[in-house]
């Protein structure tokens, strides 16, 4: 979570109008500053409403077939179902008890990965009570962007959602619906002026 510059900034469209306005991270980060009701606004950039269990499978779901033609063929040689990969992945880390291991020769880390699957961030949007913008990119694969309507119903102050079409987790145009495999490239080009203009979708509001 960071404070703007100066108070009366706005970080993203200026949905509703007061003194100051402050910016926080996806509640479905674990090991960062509680989310707290505290903050005058709340302005939340590719948030989840759900476990972070939840999101992996929605992930696996939907990046599995997103996959390399040549991922795929090993896959298939292999007999290796993505799902049960995942799940047993997850078994493992979580009887390590390590803070980092290797799986299918890369480094995770584990501890992260436990916080991550295990936090919730629903209780947390259930006690904000101020002003809550939501935006999501409508091609984002990290994160669900249906889950700015449940924001939506779970936050108990006026509430104003957007769910950018085209856009990814980084809110940068993805026309191949690549996903992380593209951040690289993606992020090497320059931004993406896409907040300023926001959705061509009606806006979520409550």
């Known amino acids: 979570m960071r404070r703007p510059p100066s108070p009366g900034s706005q970080t993203g469209p200026p949905a509703f109008p007061s003194r100051s306005s402050d910016t926080a991270r996806a509640p479905g980060t674990p090991r960062s500053s509680p989310l707290t009701p505290k903050w005058p606004e709340w302005v939340l950039l590719s948030a989840a409403a ?20 040549p991922v795929k063929l090993v896959l298939r040689v292999l007999r290796t179902n993505v799902h049960r990969l995942q799940r047993s992945n997850l078994e493992r880390i979580a009887a390590s008890g390590d803070a980092e291991m290797r799986l299918q020769g890369q480094r995770v880390n584990a501890r992260w990965t436990c916080d991550f699957v295990a936090h919730d961030p629903a209780p947390a949007l259930a006690r904000i009570a101020a002003p809550v913008l939501s935006i999501t990119g409508g091609g984002d ?45 993606i992020t090497a080009r320059r931004g993406s ?9 009606p806006p979520r509001t409550r």
């Open 193 to 201: 002026e896409v907040l300023p203009r926001r959705s061509t979708e």
């Open 50 to 69: 759900r476990p972070g269990g939840d999101i992996l499978v929605w992930q696996a779901e939907h990046l599995a077939t997103r996959l390399p033609l």
């Open 141 to 185: 694969l990290q994160v669900p962007p249906e889950d700015v309507d449940a924001i939506g119903r779970l936050v108990r102050g006026p509430f104003q959602g957007h769910v950018v079409a085209d856009l990814n987790h980084l809110f940068r145009p993805d026309p191949r619906s690549l996903g992380p495999t593209g951040y690289r490239g």
